[in-house]
T-cell receptor
């Protein structure tokens, strides 16, 4: 079956611009996670959705970052007033329920110039 | 709080020799532990998982890991390395709460020499 997909695969934007990153989870998976992976580091947790609600957003670095999952499937990570420090690979993962293993998408590489 | 420590940032082995990638964890509860592999420009792929069943866990591509509570370790092994095993490997602990979010180690880059 289809895995987790993320679009775009690459995004280059200028400092100060707004970006949206999209994640399509595996069909039927109720739990959805966003992580950020900086160069040479392991991924770091950003936010977790159970269904439509953000059950844990403790990993969002500041209020420029926001995510939604309005219908309990597709999720969008939104970054306002981008900064060069936001450059990273943004990973999305989904799981059948939170207790099950997570399946990761290929990521979106964001570059802020 | 849970955490994982990957003791080696880089490991080099010759093709056909054993692989050992070390991971130590810290957890107040009985943890769920995972190993994921990341090939260049590819997504993270689950190798194996430990969820309080058998302490010796077998995964894909001949990898296995042993959960040792007394040593708080979850080392990844493979009897014979293949060139295709060259990749970044991450040890992961799942936070034992409602979110089950992952905490990743810093990764071990495995190089396989011909």
């Amino acid at each position: 079956g289809a895995g987790v997909s993320q679009t775009p695969s690459n995004k280059v934007t200028e400092k100060g611009k707004y970006v949206e990153l999209r994640c399509d989870p595996i069909s039927g998976h109720t739990a959805l996670y966003w992580y950020r992976q900086s160069l040479g580091q392991g991924p770091e947790f950003l936010i977790y959705f159970q269904g439509t609600g953000a059950a844990d957003d403790s990993g969002l670095p500041n209020d420029r970052f926001f995510a939604v999952r309005p219908e309990g499937s597709v999720s969008t990570l939104k970054i306002q007033r981008t900064e060069r420090g936001d450059s990273a690979v943004y990973l999305c993962a989904s799981s059948l329920t939170p207790q099950f293993e997570q399946y990761f998408g290929p990521g979106t590489r964001l570059t802020v110039t | 709080a849970q955490s994982v420590t990957q003791l080696d940032s880089h490991v080099s082995v010759s093709e056909g020799t054993p692989v050992l990638l070390r991971c130590n964890y810290s957890s107040s509860y009985s943890p769920s532990l995972f190993w994921y592999v990341q090939h260049p420009n590819k997504g993270l792929q689950l190798l194996l998982k430990y969820t309080s069943a058998a302490t010796l866990v077998k995964g894909i591509n001949g990898f296995e890991a042993e959960f040792k509570k007394s040593e708080t370790s979850f080392h990844l092994t493979k009897p014979s390395a293949h060139m295709s095993d060259a990749a970044e490997y991450f040890c992961v602990v799942s936070v034992d709460s409602g979110t089950y979010k992952y905490i990743f180690g810093t990764g071990t880059r495995l190089k396989v020499l011909a």
